[in-house]
């Protein structure tokens, strides 16, 4: 499984522009093939800093997703909202164990 977590953040006075892009993107990222879990969250103690949890079953799946147009679009978007702060990474895991 492939395993990306980061964050991102948005100006709090765009948030509700930003839920409405971001609604966009998760949607038509769950629809992909491979795409177990695609999590966007905004920090409840911090207003405009987005969590981003995402679960692939495979690294290839996730840079097809990277290549699709509504990444493309996504990436647009985000840049005009003025996202700032992005920090995400990709780690490779195990299937997992209910806790």
């Not at 977590?5 to 966009?24: I, L, N, S, T, Y």
């Not at 879990?37 to 800093?49: F, I, K, T």
């Not at 147009?69 to 299937?95: F, K």
Request: hydrophobic share 40%; aromatic share 8%.
């Amino acid at each position: 499984m492939i395993v990306v977590v980061g964050q991102f953040r948005f100006a709090p006075e765009r948030m509700d522009e930003a839920r409405a892009v971001m609604r966009k993107v998760i949607a038509a990222t769950r629809s992909e093939d491979g795409c177990v879990q695609y999590n966007y969250g905004e920090d409840v103690l911090d207003p405009g800093l987005i969590r981003v949890s995402e679960l692939w079953h495979s690294r290839a799946q996730l840079d097809a997703h990277m290549q699709t147009p509504h990444m493309a679009t996504w990436q647009s978007e985000r840049a005009a909202l003025g996202l700032s702060e992005r920090s995400i990474a990709v780690y490779e895991a195990g299937d997992g164990t209910a806790l």
